[in-house]
């Protein structure tokens, strides 16, 4: 079973900047990729950026490219995601996703959410 448990979400003003880690825990599992999520409230849960374990390619949704980062650090088995010029439409409770596999299924997991709110 694969733990996360996200840190860094808060307060910020319009044009500031956040970083989010998230730490995996754990045994019995590889990890093929991690990414983070987001959901606004009244929204549907949206990915916002994606890192694969072994090369390390990298997607990002349209919104947050050239703003956000998302990087991992495979022997502390923790991943980050570096905000940028954060604008209010960045609210939103933040996911971390960790991807397994068991059997040939690909198996999420998920973090207990941390917040991010930016004031205008």
């Known amino acids: 079973q694969v733990q996360l448990v996200e840190s860094g979400g808060g307060l910020v003003q319009a044009g500031g900047s956040l970083r989010l880690s998230c730490a995996a825990s754990?045994?019995?599992?590889?990890?093929?990729?991690m990414g983070w999520y987001r959901q606004a409230q009244g929204k549907q849960r949206e990915l916002v950026a994606r890192i694969s374990s072994t090369v390390g390619s990298t997607n990002y949704a349209d919104s947050v490219k050239g703003r956000f980062t998302i990087s991992r650090d495979n022997g502390k088995n923790t991943m980050y995601l570096q905000m940028n010029n954060l604008k209010p439409e960045d609210t939103a409770v933040y996911y971390c996703n960790a991807e397994t596999t068991v059997i040939g299924i690909i198996v999420h997991h998920w973090g207990q959410g941390t917040q991010v709110t930016v004031s205008s």
């Open positions: 754990g045994s019995g599992f590889s990890i093929n990729a």
